[in-house]
């Protein structure tokens, strides 16, 4: 098993000793394939609505390896691209659709943990999209016209002033202000609702990839140790569902990468203000995510994409995106030049060629799957566990019934074509960014 302290900060402060891996053959009710929040909040809320349920989770590696364990900790109710993008591609009330489910998401993870007292430090401390040149403050501010044409009216534009009562940087001209948002240590998070599923009866194999998925009149899923039997089987595997054949095309993994630094002084809080905590990003199409931990350092993330080619997952590491994000550190934020970075990391996001998460079902609906939440998937992927529950259970919810459900998902398109594809679509937004940053 791989040393899953180098994967990330949040995972690198925790001690964690692998669970038992499937040995033999089992017999359950549903079968979720991957221990990240998808898989394990899907078996929370089969376990919750069905308590008689048998639940097995497959995690090849260890809970939280994946995504869940390595992104930058933001709960927040962006879904997809863009909201004008979503409007485009779905209407106007599939949009409203989508922000009130999103709203649905970041409550459903502030519940968790209080319900739970899981101790990840959980901050609902809001959010501030940065706009750093004339051309993002002006995108900035058509988006929250946009949000407020559809009667969205929570997101305030604040002006530089405005801005510099909470966080001050020379580079910030102004910001959209949302206040449903927070900030959260993502590896906790996942371990400790890890500990929640396990006492309400469900069992999780680590070490235990899945090697072989068939789907007859039951599934049939094969790892190296054994063989696990059930009537229905989720794929929450999100960034590498590319790696199933039977869902290849539904999405791409796209590697972000983040660095941190040694923890601020008071002087640097004195320097930059930042006393109430907020989750930051700024507009560009590759954005910048910044925030601060629970130990006070500063977590700067994004500038720049890679896409891997086929099945290659081993991006973790890009010493030119990290040293454009050390760059990048020191232009936001220059009070700070100072600062001594502790760790670099990267992780893949889901991405589907329309830019819109996907749920549905396959076989029929003998798999489901969940996949395309593009890089703010703390919240997307919670409230989706419930809504794949639900879906196993054939029940009929608000949830089930929204438009992201066995919705028709643009195939990628096969090497190397895809490579391709995916570097087109990267070139083209960098060089927007390179003309409005």
């Given at each position: 098993?791989?040393?899953?302290?180098?994967?990330?900060?949040?995972?690198?402060?925790?001690?964690?000793?692998?669970?038992?891996?499937?040995?033999?053959?089992?017999?359950?009710?549903?079968?979720?394939?991957?221990?990240?929040?998808?898989?394990i909040t899907t078996a929370y809320f089969l376990k919750k609505m069905d308590p008689s349920m048998e639940v097995v989770v497959l995690e090849r590696d260890l809970v939280g390896y994946g995504a869940s364990g390595r992104n930058a900790g933001f709960s927040m109710k962006l879904f997809g691209f863009s909201m004008a993008m979503t409007k485009l591609?779905?209407?106007?009330?599939?949009?409203?659709?989508?922000?009130?489910?999103?709203?649905?998401?970041?409550?459903?993870?502030?519940?968790?943990?209080?319900?739970?007292?899981?101790?990840?430090?959980?901050?609902?401390?809001?959010?501030?999209?940065?706009?750093?040149?004339?051309?993002?403050?002006?995108?900035?501010?058509?988006?929250?016209?946009?949000?407020?044409?559809?009667?969205?009216?929570?997101?305030?534009?604040?002006?530089?002033?405005?801005?510099?009562?909470?966080?001050?940087?020379?580079?910030?001209?102004?910001?959209?202000?949302?206040?449903?948002?927070?900030?959260?240590?993502?590896?906790?998070?996942?371990?400790?609702?890890?500990?929640?599923?396990?006492?309400?009866?469900?069992?999780?194999?680590?070490?235990?990839?899945?090697?072989?998925?068939?789907?007859?009149?039951?599934?049939?899923?094969?790892?190296?140790?054994?063989?696990?039997?059930?009537?229905?089987?989720?794929?929450?595997?999100?960034?590498?569902?590319?790696?199933?054949?039977?869902?290849?095309?539904?999405?791409?993994?796209?590697?972000?990468?983040?660095?941190?630094?040694?923890?601020?002084?008071?002087?640097?809080?004195?320097?930059?203000?930042?006393?109430?905590?907020?989750?930051?990003?700024?507009?560009?199409?590759?954005?910048?995510?910044?925030?601060?931990?629970?130990?006070?350092?500063?977590?700067?993330?994004?500038?720049?994409?890679?896409?891997?080619?086929?099945?290659?997952?081993?991006?973790?590491?890009?010493?030119?995106?990290?040293?454009?994000?050390?760059?990048?550190?020191?232009?936001?934020?220059?009070?700070?030049?100072?600062?001594?970075?502790?760790?670099?990391?990267?992780?893949?996001?889901?991405?589907?060629?329309?830019?819109?998460?996907?749920?549905?079902?396959?076989?029929?609906?003998?798999?489901?799957?969940?996949?395309?939440?593009?890089?703010?998937?703390?919240?997307?992927?919670?409230?989706?566990?419930?809504?794949?529950?639900?879906?196993?259970?054939?029940?009929?919810?608000?949830?089930?019934?929204?438009?992201?459900?066995?919705?028709?998902?643009?195939?990628?398109?096969?090497?190397?074509?895809?490579?391709?594809?995916?570097?087109?679509?990267?070139?083209?937004?960098?060089?927007?960014?390179?003309?409005?940053?």
């Amino acid at each position: 098993m791989n040393d899953y302290r180098e994967k990330s900060f949040w995972l690198s402060r925790l001690d964690l000793r692998p669970g038992p891996s499937l040995k033999g053959d089992e017999k359950v009710d549903v079968a979720i394939v991957g221990g990240g929040y998808t898989g394990i909040t899907t078996a929370y809320f089969l376990k919750k609505m069905d308590p008689s349920m048998e639940v097995v989770v497959l995690e090849r590696d260890l809970v939280g390896y994946g995504a869940s364990g390595r992104n930058a900790g933001f709960s927040m109710k962006l879904f997809g691209f863009s909201m004008a993008m979503t409007k485009l591609r779905f209407g106007k009330e599939d949009t409203l659709r989508a922000h009130d489910y999103m709203t649905d998401a970041v409550g459903l993870v502030k519940s968790l943990v209080e319900e739970h007292q899981i101790e990840c430090g959980y901050e609902h401390t809001g959010f501030f999209r940065l706009a750093t040149s004339e051309g993002y403050e002006r995108r900035i501010r058509q988006e929250i016209e946009f949000a407020q044409s559809m009667g969205i009216d929570e997101i305030k534009w604040f002006d530089a002033d405005e801005v510099a009562e909470h966080v001050r940087s020379p580079n910030f001209r102004g910001a959209a202000y949302e206040p449903d948002s927070a900030i959260l240590d993502p590896a906790r998070l996942i371990r400790g609702m890890k500990e929640v599923v396990e006492s309400m009866g469900v069992t999780i194999y680590e070490g235990s990839a899945v090697e072989d998925i068939q789907a007859g009149d039951r599934v049939r899923l094969t790892t190296p140790g054994g063989t696990v039997e059930a009537d229905r089987a989720v794929l929450a595997t999100n960034a590498y569902t590319h790696l199933l054949p039977l869902a290849k095309s539904k999405q791409a993994p796209a590697f972000t990468y983040v660095i941190v630094t040694e923890p601020l002084s008071d002087e640097h809080f004195q320097k930059i203000g930042w006393q109430n905590r907020q989750g930051l990003e700024d507009a560009r199409n590759m954005i910048h995510y910044f925030r601060l931990t629970d130990d006070n350092r500063l977590l700067l993330g994004g500038s720049d994409v890679k896409i891997p080619f086929g099945n290659n997952m081993d991006r973790d590491g890009d010493e030119q995106v990290f040293a454009r994000l050390e760059q990048d550190l020191r232009f936001l934020f220059p009070q700070l030049a100072d600062l001594k970075i502790a760790m670099r990391w990267g992780g893949p996001v889901s991405v589907t060629l329309d830019m819109a998460p996907a749920m549905g079902t396959l076989k029929g609906g003998r798999l489901l799957y969940s996949v395309g939440c593009t890089g703010h998937g703390v919240s997307l992927t919670h409230l989706n566990g419930k809504t794949l529950a639900e879906l196993v259970l054939g029940k009929s919810t608000k949830r089930t019934e929204i438009f992201f459900v066995d919705r028709t998902v643009p195939p990628w398109p096969p090497e190397p074509l895809r490579i391709m594809a995916t570097q087109a679509v990267r070139g083209a937004l960098r060089l927007q960014d390179h003309f409005m940053d």
